[in-house]
Structures are given as structure tokens and as C-alpha cells.
Nanobody, 123 residues
């Protein structure tokens, strides 16, 4: 069974940084893309970033381009989301998820999800 476990969330002031981790286990991830999504209170879950496991391809939502960086450590089966220049509007529960689909921007096509980690950015 595929398991994804997020960590690294917390409370930070606007302009600060956090690094989220997504530890993956349960199968070979060579065919998977790992994505980060977030959901703020009262809003739908939205795509943040994604990275393919075996090739160096990354994808970002326009709202985080230039501020967030997704990366992976294949040896540790872990994907990271470095978040810089955080804004209050980045406040949300952040989820990592895994998909074999090429349709990366929609949560509909992700098969496995972590439990989420809260990120709160104060103004």
C-alpha cells in the first residue's frame, strides 16, 4: 500500500520560509509524479507544484512560481517543497499526492494522498 507522509508545516511570518517534506513508501515510484496541493478554509483544493520521479521535470501554479521550489531525493523517497517569500494567502493545509497520470493539475487524477500539514502565514 502506497503511503505518503507530510511534515514541516507550521506558523511563519509573511516573508518567511518553510520546507515541507513528503516521505513516500509502499511501491516503486519510478512511474509516478508527486504533486503538492493546498486547501484553504472555505476554498477548493488547488494545485501547487509537481515533480516527475525519474526525469527532472517540474511544474508550478502561477501563484507560486518564483517563490516555491519542488525537489526530490530519490534515495530517501522524499519530495520537498521549499516555500520562500510566504504570503498570508499561502495559508492552507498542504497535501502531497501521487499519480501515474499526465494530467497533473487536477486532484481528480491523483490516486494516493497524505494526511496534510498546516501552513499558517501571519501578516
Amino acid at each position: 500500500q502506497v503511503q505518503l507522509v507530510e511534515s514541516g508545516g507550521g506558523l511563519v511570518q509573511a516573508g518567511g520560509s518553510l520546507r515541507l517534506s513528503c516521505a513516500a513508501s509502499g511501491c516503486s515510484f519510478s512511474t509516478y509524479t508527486i504533486g503538492w496541493f493546498r486547501q484553504a478554509p472555505g476554498k477548493e483544493r488547488e494545485f501547487v507544484a509537481a515533480i516527475r520521479w525519474t526525469v527532472n521535470r517540474t511544474y508550478y501554479a502561477d501563484s507560486v512560481k518564483g517563490r516555491f521550489t519542488i525537489s526530490r531525493d530519490n534515495a530517501k523517497n522524499t519530495v520537498y517543497l521549499q516555500m520562500n517569500s510566504l504570503k498570508p494567502e499561502d495559508t492552507a493545509v498542504y497535501y502531497c499526492a501521487a499519480t501515474e497520470s499526465s494530467l497533473l493539475g487536477s486532484d481528480t487524477f491523483y490516486d494516493f494522498w497524505g494526511q496534510g500539514t498546516q501552513v499558517t502565514v501571519s501578516s
